[in-house]
């Protein structure tokens, strides 16, 4: 079982929809990243979270500690969204803090 | 301009020829990492470095090296590369690596490598 997965694997919207993807992980970690990967291979990172809500333009993240689940939202699509969205998990055991575990990503089309 | 370089961007190689991909950062980070990405695997980290002499593995160090001489460069060495490690590869760097210590990580365009 992979310890980071993401749903759904794809997803096609049209422009204006609410979206959301979702982050599941079985490790205990310090903190969630949630990473957009342009259709030219180029990757941004668009959040880091250890609770709550984040909120950046159109985009909100959560993330649930106890539940050991995330998610990202859009709110009104757009096409230029379209990407592959990555979650990842730096995962705590005190011997490897500086360890990144991923999901597969997410590949989100936005039709217009 | 802040930025994470790669290079080569791209190169394809023979089985067991020694190369080395640069990667370097002018933000005086002190947090820098390599990952590859592959079809169905999605990224996966090969080593990272806290800071200048400190390395450590991550998910897939094997066939790899690194060394942290200096805070600026982080290169990745295959030894004597083979077909697995046919992939694409990516650089980033973060300010540092503090537990609940938010810092954005920034990555590199990527050097995609084939082995024949």
């Known amino acids: 079982k992979n310890e980071v997965e993401q749903s759904p694997q794809n997803l096609t919207a049209q422009e204006g929809e609410f979206i959301t993807i979702n982050c599941s992980y079985s490790?205990?970690?310090?903190?969630l990243h949630w990473l957009q990967q342009h259709p030219g291979g180029g990757i941004v990172s668009l959040f880091m979270?250890?609770?709550g809500k984040k909120k950046h333009g159109r985009l909100i993240a959560t993330i649930n500690i106890q539940e050991k689940h995330s998610s990202l939202h859009i709110t009104a699509s757009h096409p230029r969204d379209s990407a592959v969205y990555i979650c990842a998990v730096r995962s705590y055991d005190g011997g490897s803090q500086g360890n990144l575990i991923f999901g597969k990503g997410t590949k989100l089309s936005v039709k217009p | 301009e802040a930025q994470v370089t790669q290079n080569p961007r791209y190169l394809i190689t023979v089985t067991g020829k020694k190369l080395t991909v640069t990667c370097s950062q002018n933000?005086?980070?002190?947090?820098m990492s390599w990952y590859r990405q592959d079809p169905g695997l999605g990224l996966r980290q090969i080593y990272y470095s806290m800071n200048v002499e400190v390395t450590d593995k991550g998910d897939v160090p094997e066939g790899y090296k690194v060394s942290r001489k200096e805070k600026r460069n982080f290169p990745l060495i295959l030894e004597s590369p083979s077909p697995n490690q046919t992939s694409l590869y990516f650089c980033?760097?973060?300010?540092?690596?503090?537990?609940?210590?938010?810092?954005?990580?920034?990555f590199g365009p990527g050097t995609r490598l084939t082995v024949l």
């Open positions: 979270l250890s609770s």
């Open positions: 980033a760097s973060s300010l540092r690596f503090r537990l609940l210590q938010y810092n954005e990580q920034f």
């Open positions: 933000m005086n980070h002190e947090y």
């Open positions: 490790v205990g970690i310090s903190a």
